[in-house]
């Protein structure tokens, strides 16, 4: 059974930084991404960055870029997203994602998602 689990979500002020984990297992792909999507109230669900299992292809919405930071320790099975400069609009749930598919085409679409954590709340406050 695969199990993603997320960690590090909260409120903070804008300006300020949170670091959500996902601690990943239970599943065999040869090959995969891991990423994160969000979810704004009243707003459609948004693919916000993915690693591949290598490490060496990274992804992030415009939204994002420049902004966070996705990283994998493969040791730990872990994935990280490091926000910084955080804005009133990051405001979601942010669910880790497991994809057979490539980075970053994992994230495009939730169609590509097979597995999902059950979201941590990330609150920015103005």
């Known amino acids: 059974e695969v199990k993603l689990v997320e960690s590090g979500g909260g409120l903070v002020q804008a300006g300020g930084s949170l670091r959500l984990s996902c601690a990943a297992s239970?599943?065999?792909?040869?090959?995969?991404?891991i990423g994160w999507f969000r979810q704004a109230p009243g707003k459609e669900r948004e693919g916000v960055s993915c690693?591949?299992?290598?490490?060496?292809?990274?992804y992030y919405a415009d939204s994002v870029k420049g902004r966070f930071t996705i990283s994998s320790d493969n040791a730990k099975n872990t994935v990280y997203l490091q926000m910084n400069s955080l804005k009133p609009e990051d405001t979601a749930v942010y669910y880790c994602?497991?994809?057979?598919?490539?980075?970053?085409?994992?994230?495009?679409?939730?169609?590509?998602?097979?597995?999902w954590g059950q979201g941590t709340p990330v609150t920015v406050s103005s």
């Open positions: 239970g599943f065999f792909f040869d090959d995969y991404a």
């Open positions: 690693i591949s299992k290598s490490g060496d292809i990274t």
């Open positions: 994602v497991l994809s057979p598919a490539q980075c970053p085409i994992a994230v495009v679409t939730t169609n590509f998602i097979t597995s």
